[in-house]
Structures are given as structure tokens and as C-alpha cells.
Nanobody, 115 residues
Framework: QVQLVESGGGLVQPGGTLRLSCATS????????MGWYRQAPGKQRELVAT???????NYVPAVKGRFTISRDNAKNTVYLQMNSLKPEDTGVYYC?????????WGQGTQVTVSS
């Protein structure tokens, strides 16, 4: 059974930091590209960052320079380090494992940036 479990969300003040984790099981982690997505209230889910099998990374302009995606193949886990958080970063953050036609999602973790 495939499981992706996100953790590390919470309430943080603007300018603060959070580190999200996504622990996976039931997949051969090292052959999957991984991504983080987010969904703000009333909006569609959007891509935040991706990391390939070879650890190449890609970020949307809104988070570039503030967020860092990384992966630990030994722990079957992908991370999202979020610095200089802004209120517009608020949303539910989801991790995704992707290998062509195979796609798996976690349940999400809430991130709220507010003073």
C-alpha cells in the first residue's frame, strides 16, 4: 500500500520558517520524481517545487530564493524548507510522487502564515 505522509505544518508569523517533511512507503522512492504543491482557500492546487531522481530542482517564481526542496533516498523522504514566509504562502501543502503514469499524493499539511 502506497502512503505519503506530510508533516511539519503549522501557524507561523510572517518572516518565519517551517520545514515540511513527506515520508513515503510502498514505493521505490529513488525512482520517483517528487513535488510539493499547495492549495490556498478558494483556489486551485498549484505547483510549488519539484525534485527529480537526479536531484535537479525547480521552483515557481513566487517561492524561488525562499523555499528549498530536498530528498533523502535513504529515508524515503522529501523535504520543503520554507524561509521568509508570507501570508500568501498560506494553504494546504501536498507532496506528490510521480513516475510517468504513476502518481501518488499525500493527505496534506496545513500552513498558516499570519500575525
Amino acid at each position: 500500500q502506497v502512503q505519503l505522509v506530510e508533516s511539519g505544518g503549522g501557524l507561523v508569523q510572517p518572516g518565519g520558517t517551517l520545514r515540511l517533511s513527506c515520508a513515503t512507503s510502498g514505493i521505490i522512492f529513488e525512482i520517483y520524481s517528487m513535488g510539493w504543491y499547495r492549495q490556498a482557500p478558494g483556489k486551485q492546487r498549484e505547483l510549488v517545487a519539484t525534485i527529480t531522481i537526479g536531484k535537479s530542482t525547480n521552483y515557481v517564481p513566487a517561492v524561488k530564493g525562499r523555499f528549498t526542496i530536498s530528498r533523502d533516498n535513504a529515508k524515503n523522504t522529501v523535504y520543503l524548507q520554507m524561509n521568509s514566509l508570507k501570508p500568501e504562502d498560506t494553504g494546504v501543502y501536498y507532496c506528490q510522487a510521480n513516475r510517468g503514469r504513476y502518481e501518488h499524493w499525500g493527505q496534506g499539511t496545513q500552513v498558516t502564515v499570519s500575525s
